[in-house]
């Protein structure tokens, strides 16, 4: 299979994955009018939750890996993106974020929650969960964050360097139909990567700005259902 389709279809599957996590408890709730989870169905969502959010993040690095190889190096590129290649690159994604997303869980196993505890959104996300805990968090906290800098600084910066190629590799391109068709391989990439990186500064701008909670689950929504429902139809009205 082609490359770029290979990496779309492990896209496609998380992102079907990422909204089976939250969207099915949520009708539930909504149907039975009870906001009730059970303290293991919590920490399954935040594994789940977690594993999948960071899952899109890395494949989104490494597709535009993929056209920065695509269209900076065309000659050597099923040399470079070949099967092999591709399948280790997302076995590797799924390896690291599997193990960080169970590092989470099980640090916050240790914590104690006081009966009754309210968390104020539709599902179990880890800094809320983190925030309505009964017990020191501070080691939470602090794996969280440089985790979060780490799995966030890292991705982005992998992103930025291809286009910034990508762009250098383009200006160099004495054909302007050449120009258009190579960047035009890159124009769903770059829209879910503006959509994805875009609703997620959202939901943390909404949460250290605003203290509406209204507000924030209207961006928490729109980050953990509407985007990954758009990603497919991105790509679909690619050609």
Same mark, same amino acid.
């Given at each position: 299979a082609?490359?770029?389709?290979?990496?779309?279809?492990?896209?496609?599957?998380?992102?079907?994955c990422f909204t089976s996590t939250t969207v099915p408890k949520m009708l539930v709730n909504i149907h039975t009018q009870s906001q009730a989870i059970s303290y293991v169905g919590c920490l399954t969502q935040?594994?789940?939750?977690?594993?999948?959010?960071g899952m899109d993040n890395f494949l989104l690095t490494v597709m535009a890996y993929d056209r920065y190889v695509a269209i900076c190096h065309p000659l050597h590129y099923?040399?470079?993106?070949?099967?092999?290649?591709?399948?280790?690159?997302?076995?590797?994604?799924?390896?690291?974020?599997?193990?960080?997303?169970?590092?989470?869980?099980?640090?916050?196993?240790?914590?104690?929650?006081?009966?009754?505890?309210?968390?104020?959104?539709?599902?179990?996300?880890?800094?809320?969960?983190?925030? *309505?805990a009964c017990s020191d968090t501070i080691t939470n906290n602090v794996f969280m964050y440089v985790?979060?800098?780490?799995?966030? *600084?890292?991705? *982005?910066?992998?992103?930025?360097?291809?286009?910034?190629?990508?762009?250098?590799?383009l200006m160099r391109m004495s054909s302007a139909g050449g120009k258009y068709r190579a960047f035009s391989t890159c124009g769903s990439h770059l829209s879910v990567v503006s959509l994805f990186y875009g609703t997620?500064?959202?939901?943390?701008?909404?949460?250290?700005?605003?203290?509406?909670s209204q507000r924030s689950l209207v961006a928490s929504v729109m980050y953990t259902v509407v985007t990954p429902m758009l990603n497919p139809l991105i790509y679909t009205l690619r050609a």
């Open positions: 082609h490359p770029m389709y290979f990496l779309l279809s492990n896209l496609s599957f998380v992102d079907i935040v594994y789940f939750f977690t594993v999948f959010l099923m040399v470079v993106m070949n099967p092999c290649v591709c399948s280790l690159l997302v076995l590797l994604c799924w390896f690291i974020i599997s193990w960080v997303s169970l590092v989470h869980v099980l640090l916050m196993w240790r914590l104690t929650f006081c009966p009754g505890t309210k968390i104020p959104h539709f599902l179990c996300e880890l800094a809320q969960m983190l925030q *309505v985790i979060a800098v780490l799995l966030g *600084v890292i991705p *982005v910066t992998g992103i930025l360097y291809s286009y910034t190629q990508i762009v250098s590799s997620g500064l959202g939901v943390y701008l909404s949460s250290a700005v605003s203290h509406s």
